[in-house]
Structure formats: C-alpha cells, structure tokens
C-alpha cells in the first residue's frame, strides 16, 4: 500500500458521492434533477444539526462541571463519618478526598476535551469545575487540620526543639559517706 | 449509623482508659531477667552433719541472715532475713533439729525448723538494761559442744533448755516451744556475765563475768529452777580489760587493764584464785599491748600483739606456754570435737597464692592432724575466719573439713586441700553500681562459624515455627524454651545493636570491684582493689562511690573504658581520701592516684579531654576543689569554665545548704596549680526548732531529655523547666526524726523545697501538715515524686511536682516559630530567674517504699515509669502519668484524648505490673537504671541482699520485633506470595493470549 502511494495512484472507484460541487464530476446531471434545491436543504439540515451538538455539548460540559459537587457531598458524609481521630480508615478517607481533586484538576482539559466546540463557551464550566474541586480540596484540608494533621499550631513546630543549654553547670550535694 | 458511632466511640474510650500491662508469660521469665542469692560476710556457721540426710551448714550473716547451705554445693536450702533492725547475735543447732537464733541483743530468741526453715517459735526476752548477750545450747550427745565450754543434756520436766543471757537476765527457755521457763535477774547480783559453763554433769551453771572491774564474780546456779546457789567474788589488784576467755570447764583467762599481764582464774572448788603472768616473760621484746582473740577452744588460746598472733598452752599446773607465734594473717577455728574425748582446732595460715591449714588436737600441740596447702586466688584476701567439720572416712578415720570466709566476704569449703565450692558472697554488700560497655565486635569471623551458626539458625527457627503452630511435641516445647533460655546471644563478651549487653561494674563492702555480664549476671571479672585494703597509714578503709572516668566513643575508640573508686580511710569526713581507676575490659587497677586530701564531695563535671577523660572536681573538708584528672590539658579546658562552674554542699546536723563558686588556686605548702579555693556565695539556714533535712535529691546527669515543650489537650504548650541545677530538699519538725507514729500529726509537718543550686533561689516551697517521713524521692525532667507517711490518713502518700517555665509560655505564635524567631533554643541562665509555676498533686500509695528510680531511655522519648521498692522487696513499676498534677476527676473530652486519666485518690498496684514477678530482691536496697541503645528499653538493676536484673519496656516495645518473633513464618509468605505472583502472571499471560486468538 505504501508503495502504491509512492508511485501514484492509477485508478480509483468513489462509491461515495456527497460533494455538492458539480464542478468536480466530469458526468452530467440527470435531466430534471436540480442540484441547487437539494444542495440548499442539505446544508440547512446539517446547521440545525450542528446547532443541536453543540447545545448538547455545552448542555454536557455543565453537567461534567457540575459532578464534582456530587463528590463534595458524598465525601462531606465520609468525612464525618470517619471520625476526628487517626486511624486507617479517616486518613484513607482523607487521603483520597484530597488526591481526588488534584488529580481532577490536572486533567481539566481531558475533562473537557469531549465537549470542545468553536461554538461552545467551555471556560464558565471549567471555572465551575475547578471551583468545586478546590472547594473538595479545602474539604481535604480542613478534614486534615481537623485530624490534626497540619503544623498550625505552636506545639507542632516546638515538640522536638532540644532542651536549651545551661550556661552554669553546678554539682554536689551531702558529704559521701 | 448512629449505632456505629456509638460502638466507635465506646471502643475508643475503652482503649483510652484501659491501663497497660506489663506482665510477662510463665515461658518469658529468665529470658532477659537474672536473679541471684546471696548471704552475705558468714559470721558465724553451725555444721550439722547427721548421719541421715542431707548434709548441710547453718550460718549466720552481716547482712542478718540465717541461711541452711548444702554443704556438698554450697546452694541455699532457705534462707531468712531478718532485717537490719533485728541484728541476729548467735546462732546453734539444738536437737538436732532446730535452729536457735539470738537476735536484738538477746531480746528475741526464734527456733526454726532446720530441714525446711519453718519457724517453730519465737520468744521474746525481757529485761533491764542492756548487757553482752550470751545464748547456750545444751548438745544432745553426751560431748562437749565447742560453742559453750562444758553442756550436757538438760532435763527440766523432760524438756530441753536454751540458756540466754540478756539484757542483764538469765533466761532458761525450752527448745520444745520456746517458754521461758525460770529467769533469774543477775544485775541484782552487780555481775557483768561474761560466760556461762556448765560442768560436765551436774544441775550447776556457772555464771562468770565482772562485777566492777576489778572484781571478778562466779555465780552457781540450778538449772532446774534459777535459784541462786552461791554468789563468789573476789578483787584483782590490777583490774581487768574487759576480756575473759574460757579454756577449761573451770579455768578463765583475762587480761589486766594495762593489757600487759595475763591472769588465769580458777573457780576450782567454789573459789576464785587468780595466777598473774607478764606477757613479757614468754614472748621476747613485747611492748605495747595484747589482745585477746576470742577463741573456744581447751586448753588453748591465742593473744594478738602487734602483727604476732601468738598461741598460748594453759598446761595443767596453771602454767601458760608459747606454742607458736605467727607474723602472717591467720585465722583460728573453734574447737571441734571428733569423737570420744577427742578434740580438735583448725588454723589457717596465709601465704602467697595459697594457704595453709593445719588441724591440731587441742591437748596435743605437737601432732598434727592434718596438714594442708590449697590454692588460693589472691583477689580473695586474707583469710578472716575458719570454720571446721569431721566426716568419717571410708576407712573409718576422721577427715576434716573447714568453711572459709575470706577478706572479699566469699565463702569456700575446703577439703582434702582443695576447694570444693566457693560463693561470692561479698555481692550481698553491693556499696555502688556503675556500667561499662563491652568491647566492639571485631570484623572476620570465620566461616565454618558462620556456617554453623546458619545451620543452627534454622534449625531454631523451624523449631519456634514449629512451637507457633502448635505442632511441636513437649520435648520440642522443652527443646525451645532451653535454646531460649541458654541463647549464647545474650552472654556474647562483645556490644550488640540495641545495647543490651554491657557490664555492671559493682563495688561491694569488702572492697571489691565485680564485673556482672548483663546477659547472664555471671562474674567477668573481679578485683579486690589494693587502695581499699587495710594498710599502713589506712586502717579502716571504706569504698564510697565509682564514678564513669573514660567512656570512650568517637574518635577515642581504642581507648579502654574505665572508672573511678572513691574511697576513704575512715569513717571521718577529714580521714584521707583514696582513689583508685580500673580498667573495665581487663580488670586491672590502672596506676593509682593517691589522693592526699580528704574527699568529701565528688563532681563530674560535663567535660572531657581529647582521650574522653571525665574532668572530676574533688571537695576536701577545707572546701578546697582539686581537679582530677591532674592533665594540662585538663587544667586549659577547666579553665574555660571556670567561671560558670558551682557547687554546693547540704549539711545535715547544721540544717544549711551552701552555694560555692570557685575562686583562685590554693594557696599550700606546694604549689598545687589543681588546687582551687572555693568561696561561699549563698546559703539557706533552715531553722533548727522546726525543720530538720532528711532527704535531697537531684537529677541524674547522665538523663536525657528529649523536649523541652510539653503538649497537653487542645494542641497547647507547656514548656518544661529543665534544669540540671535544681536540688530537691524535704525537712520534717525535728520532733517527727523518729518511728512512724511517734508524735501526734499536730506537731509533725513536712516541707518540701525546690532550690536552685547555682543561685540559692526558692523555686517552689509546700507544707504537708500532719505527715511524717522516711521520704523516698526521685527527680527527673521538670517533676520530683515523693513518698512519705501521712499520720491523719495513717497512710503512705505519693506527691508529684512539675516545675513549668513561664517566661518561655509566650512562645505560641505559629509563624514566628516558623521563621524560627523565639528564643527556646537561646542558652539558660539561672542568673536571668526565670519565672516558673509548679503543679503539684498527692495520691495515697498503700506500699512502704525502700527505694524509688524511674527509668531511662537513650533519646528520653519513650515515656516513663517509676520504680518502687516495696516493703516486700519487690519492685513495681508504675506509669509516669498516674502522677500528673494535671488529673481531675472529670477530664474533658480534649484531656480524654490526650490521655489524662481522671483523678482517684490511690494509685493503683496491679499485680502484673511487678518488675520481679515472682521472685524477691531479699533486704532490698538500690534500684539503678540505664537505657539500652533501643529507645524503648531500659535496664534495671536491683540489689540488696540478693541480684536482679531485667529489662523493661515502659511503652513496650515499639521499635523492635518481639522476641518470639517467627522469622521464618516471615519467610515462608513472602516465598509463597513470590510463587504466587508467578503463578498468576503465568496464568494471566496465557488468558489473555487466548482473548487474542478468539
């Protein structure tokens, strides 16, 4: 096949035909067969056609911006339900409430990808969808803080600091008997 | 869900309020734990070798212990101890059967049960004042005991009598149940009783002593009743000394009060006559005076005069003639008699390396029984006492056999010139304790070592694997727990990964230094240390402390670790101090340092030269300091300090604490540039009609602390004040000094005080009205724990203080701890009075305690617990956080999960949570800890009378494996889940070959 093309094509038999120029056919139309009428109406059904993709496009880049909330919520119960202490199940929990977003966030545009269209507005639902994500990741954050998680308190930074040295160094004490 | 909440919130208050244990299985114990009996220095021993059954030795110790030995092993059959308060004074077997022991001063008299240790009774003997005290047991057979001169079987009413002369009373009580039968009240009579003799025969007992002391008295007594028969007395011109020995039934020596003459009493015929002797007629150039060697023995005696020992023949005219005269060490044993008539004393000579012994009959000087030379290890001593046994040989003659207490307080049975067993007994006394690491394993092991050790390796482990899966039969089971027990891991001579191997060098009463294994509480090495023995110009010296000299680390590795010996000669402050520094891995005295001032106080200071070498500060009784060691470069680094280094010092009788800075060199004789005088920079004087000091306690220098910062409830900081300069001190009213329950709680008070040592300043002060002490304490971090008696309670009680640094509270803003803007790290001075609250708390304890630690660990981390000596000598642990002056009765939910536990007003004992388990520390007196490389762990060390050692975890242990921990099961599912993984890739990769050709 390769080859082929290297050299040329020498025939070629187009069982499609759906080229609306007459220029580009060497056979003439049947008699009382009027290009131009059908021509209009085609192009007028593929308009309403596209018109109809890309409200449903747009229709569907809402919906995908708006699951993320879903996700909000279910996670809030999660959340609450795993409790304020540290053990396997809250911070699995909490891990994944965390990672979901982000990686979410990376993929905006994959996410998006589906529904892009010349006529769609995609940036009011990507703005939608990256506001409920990092709304989902704050969740995150506080569900961590709240497990106490976070450095933001004084005890987190002063825990380990060492003893402060003593200038004076002073021994004794009863007679050794 | 509600309902999951619920059982979650249940199971998390359970767990948060459930105490830890940590007892340990039956299987576990001996694992890391080692327990050793001992008795002590033998003051005196009782053979009783019947024909039947075991043989075996009573004897009686310095420590106030009665101890049955087997005389073919030398192992305890029982063993009691009476405590220091009740000093056993003579012991004898009576019937054969029963143990009699004298003790308080002949104010109790106990009979025990000699097979088993049974006590049969016990009697208490009343009297007026305070005598000698003299116990006499008649002996069955019809021989004449060697412990009192003349007895033969006793009838009253069929019973058999004790004769105890105390307290200034004759007391006649049998031996059946211990009633006192008569009592006869000789201070009426004006007579010291000095000896009691019975002649052979009769119902009479001569009770002889002095009246005053120019008088000597004879009194005749019936023994079936009491009753006075005849009182003698009679006047010698030139006094007495006191002394009065017995060589016959009826003849006495005593010495005059100059010491000089010998007199020889006879009571013959109901009166006394004396016949007086000048010692220097007999023994050449004798000047000075002489001793008479308490000695039972007939016919013979032996006087001490200088170094001479000379033994003495009271012939059967009256005449006193010199046997011998010994210039070494000797010792001579009680009469022993052998058989009808016969009569034999052992004498015991030293010499270099070995030691002599001769059993001589006593009427016979010239025959020796037997003569024997038995090696001797010299790090025993000289010979101190001797006691000896016959025993029928197969030939049907008599051989001897003697019990030797050497001068390190071992005992050893000799016979047939050699040592049959030893005990060391001189652990009993264990003065100080200190550790020592062991050497570094050194690299190229061999092969077939190694080989065997694989091959060993897995054998164990399959063993254990085995055990796990419960498929192993009981000789398998025994098979484990011995390979557990006997693990030659545990007493390896070189360091291991988690510090548990190391040695505990111990210096015991005798002077002498012991090197324990961890592993195994075996002996290393040991070494009677020359500069603790008796010498010239040291008469009575006595070991004080030791003290870490060179603990080599980093860049001194090849150095030898060693310590330091403090010693004194004599009980005075001012008496010259000794010093001596011992090598740990080799046992050897390194050059000793003579120390030529008086040593009263010792400092580590926390300094070290380039060979790791601990700089040590020595206060003599003129507050001069002296810097050890006597190096240039010890003097350059000490003189970079010199101005921040204190100390102090706590005079008791005085009532004072005393704050000393260091001033200029000495000014002596010779110039001595590590000389430094001292000048007195504070004191406190508590007042004498109110307060008297019984108790101080400081921090451990070696203790590590990991935080300064305390987090408590709602993510909060406390910060620690951790200071190494703070001293303890409790004062009780002087009135309270004495016995609990001596005074009413009106007029008994305790005070406590936190004192700063470098400054003098009061950091904290409290009055427990109403309570009394002993007070135990420990110090460690920022908090003291107390114990002492609480006379309204009528119970013991338990304080905390934690001592919290409030000019550091401040420090709460996040981020200037994030930029590192604070000043937590700045170095402290005690000069800048830094203010501090305390929180306090009191807890009633239902234990006595003898001694209290808390435990230690490498990093300070792991949390801590203490360590109680309990009355029963035992040692409980108890968690730090039962003591925390921050427990209320309701903690809040915040306080819940921090894991405060709500206030009660005891603190709990729980039976698992004793250290010693099963076993007592018998007449317990210390309790030391040292941490283990392994963070989790610490070692204790407890010692009295008895050994103990283990290991505890006071979190568990969270950073290792546990010791039945099965490796290969480990290895086994990891092989297993390799195969699987294989298994299943295999599997897959056909599958989806198989989805490709569909």
Known sequence: MEKGKGIGRRWAVDFTDNSNAPSSRDVPDPLGFSRASLDQDDSTLSRQKKDAEANWKAQKAWEVAQAPFKNLLMMGFMMWMAGSTVHLFSIGITFSALLQPISALQGVGKVFDPYKDSKVDLLAPKLLFIALNLGGLALGVWKLNTLGLLPTHASDWVSSLPPAQEVEYSGGGMPLY | ?998
């Open chain 2, 1 to 998: 869900m509600a309902m999951a909440i619920r059982v979650f919130l249940l199971l998390l208050l359970f767990f948060s309020s459930s105490y830890p244990t940590f007892s340990l299985y039956e299987d576990q114990i001996g694992l890391m734990d080692w327990h050793q009996q001992y008795i002590g220095k033998v003051k005196h021993a009782v053979f009783h070798t019947q024909k039947a059954g075991r043989k075996r030795v009573v004897v009686f110790t310095e420590e106030n212990v009665v101890a049955s030995l087997d005389l073919r092993s030398g192992e305890i059959f029982w063993r009691h101890v009476l405590g220091t308060k009740d000093a056993i004074n003579e012991i004898d077997i009576a019937l054969g059967k029963y143990v009699i022991t004298m003790s308080s001063e002949g104010s109790m008299l106990r009979a025990w049960n000699l097979p088993d240790g049974q006590m049969v009774w016990e009697s208490f003997l009343s009297g007026l004042k305070p005598s000698k005290s003299l116990l006499s047991v008649p002996f069955i057979r019809n021989v004449i005991n060697y412990r009192s001169s003349v007895q033969t079987s006793l009838k009253v009413d069929k019973d058999n009598l004790v004769l105890v002369y105390s307290n200034g009373c004759l007391h006649a009580v049998s031996i059946i149940d211990g009633e006192i039968l008569w009592k006869k009240d000789l201070t009426t009579e004006g007579i010291e009783v000095q000896q009691l003799v019975q002649p052979l025969g009769s119902d009479i007992i001569y009770a002889v002593g002095f009246g005053n002391l120019p008088q000597f008295d004879a009194c005749q007594i019936n023994a079936k009743n009491g009753e006075l028969l005849k009182h003698d007395s009679a006047t010698f011109p030139g006094g007495f000394s006191g002394e009065l020995l017995s060589v016959s039934s009826d003849t006495f020596v005593a010495s005059d009060a100059t010491r000089s003459i010998l007199v020889l009493i006879s009571i013959r015929d109901g009166s006394i006559s004396f016949r007086q002797t000048y010692i220097s007629d007999f023994v050449q150039d004798f000047s000075g005076t002489a001793v008479l060697l308490p000695s039972k023995i007939t016919g013979i005696f032996a006087i001490k005069i200088d170094t001479f020992t000379v033994l003495i023949r009271v012939t059967v005219e009256g005449k006193l003639e010199v046997v011998d005269k010994i210039d070494q060490g000797v010792a001579i044993s009680d009469v022993l008699s052998f058989s009808e008539g016969q009569q034999a004393f052992a004498l015991v000579q030293q010499g270099r390396n070995k030691i002599q012994m001769t059993v001589k009959h006593s009427h016979d000087w010239n025959s020796g029984l037997l003569e024997e030379s038995i090696e001797m290890d010299q790090q025993r001593g000289l010979v101190h006492k001797v006691f000896i046994n016959h025993y029928l040989r197969t030939d049907k003659s008599y051989g001897f056999r003697a019990l030797i207490v050497m001068e390190d307080h071992s005992l050893l049975l000799v016979q047939q010139g050699e040592i049959v067993w030893s005990r060391e007994d001189g652990l009993a006394s264990v003065v100080d304790v200190t550790t020592a690491e062991l050497p570094v394993e050194k690299d190229g092991v061999s092969v077939a070592k190694v080989e065997q050790n694989l091959f060993e390796w897995l054998k164990g482990h399959l063993l254990k694997l085995k055990g796990t899966l419960m498929l192993a039969g009981p000789n398998e089971v025994a098979e484990i727990q011995r390979i557990r027990l006997k693990s030659t891991e545990k007493s390896k001579m070189t360091r291991d990964n988690n510090g548990f191997r190391k040695l505990l060098i111990v210096l015991t009463r005798a002077g002498k230094l012991f090197a324990l294994h961890t592993g195994d509480g075996r002996v290393v090495w040991s070494l009677l240390l020359h500069s603790l023995r008796k010498s010239e110009g040291c008469e009575s010296p006595i070991g004080l402390n030791i003290y870490q000299w060179q603990v080599p680390h980093h860049h001194a590795m090849d150095e030898n670790p060693s310590v330091l010996v403090v010693g004194r000669c004599g009980y005075n402050l001012d008496a010259p101090g000794v010093l001596s520094i011992v090598d740990t891995y080799t046992g050897m005295e390194l050059n000793p340092l003579g120390a030529t001032h008086s040593i009263v106080q010792v400092i580590p200071l926390p300094f070290t030269d380039s060979t790791e070498q601990r700089l040590h500060l020595l206060i003599d009784s003129d507050q001069h300091a002296h810097l050890y060691p006597r190096t240039r470069e010890a003097i350059s680094i000490f003189q970079r300090e010199f101005a921040n280094i204190y100390w102090y010092s706590v005079e008791v009788d005085n009532g004072v604490l005393r704050g000393h800075v260091l001033k200029d060199n000495c000014i002596l004789e010779v110039a001595d540039e590590y000389c430094f005088n001292t000048r007195d920079l504070w004191s406190i004087v508590f007042p004498s009609e109110s307060e008297k000091i019984i108790a101080t306690v400081t921090r451990k220098s070696s203790e590590v602390v990991h935080t300064q910062a305390k987090v408590i409830a709602e993510q909060d900081v406390m910060y620690k004040y951790v200071s190494q300069n703070v001293i303890f001190v409790a004062t009780i009213a002087p009135k309270a000094i004495g016995e609990i329950g001596s005074v009413t709680p009106e007029e008994s008070w305790l005070v406590v005080y936190l004192i700063d040592t470098v400054t003098g300043r009061i950091l904290h002060r409290m009055i427990h009205h109403g309570s009394q002490g002993p007070v135990h304490a420990v110090f460690s971090e920022n908090w003291v724990v107390y114990q002492y008696f609480n006379l309204r309670a009528h119970r013991y009680e338990m304080s905390v203080i934690e001592i919290y640094d409030q000019s550091r509270a401040d420090n709460k803003d996040v981020w200037r701890l994030v930029l590192g803007k604070h000043n937590l790290t700045s170095p402290l001075s005690s000069f800048s009075r830094p203010e501090v609250i305390t929180k306090s708390q009191s807890y009633f304890f239902t234990h006595t305690a003898k001694a209290i630690a808390v435990t230690s660990t490498s990093k300070g981390i792991t949390s801590k617990q203490l360590l109680i000596g309990t009355v029963g000598d035992q040692v409980l642990a108890l968690d730090k956080r039962f003591l925390d002056p921050r427990r209320t009765v309701n903690p809040t939910q915040a306080e819940k999960e921090e894991g405060l536990l709500p206030l009660t007003d005891s603190l709990p004992i729980m039976p698992q949570s004793y250290v010693t388990h099963a076993l007592k520390v018998e007449g317990l007196r210390g309790i030391v800890t040292m941490p283990a490389k392994l963070e989790s762990t610490t070692l204790a060390f407890i010692y009295g009378v008895d050994l103990f050692f283990t290991r505890l975890a006071p979190s568990k242990t969270y950073d290792s494996l546990t010791e039945d921990f099965s490796y290969a099961l480990l290895l086994i599912t990891i092989v297993a889940l390799v195969l699987a993984i294989i298994v299943t890739w295999v599997l897959s990769e056909r599958k989806d070959l198989q989805e490709k050709w569909r």
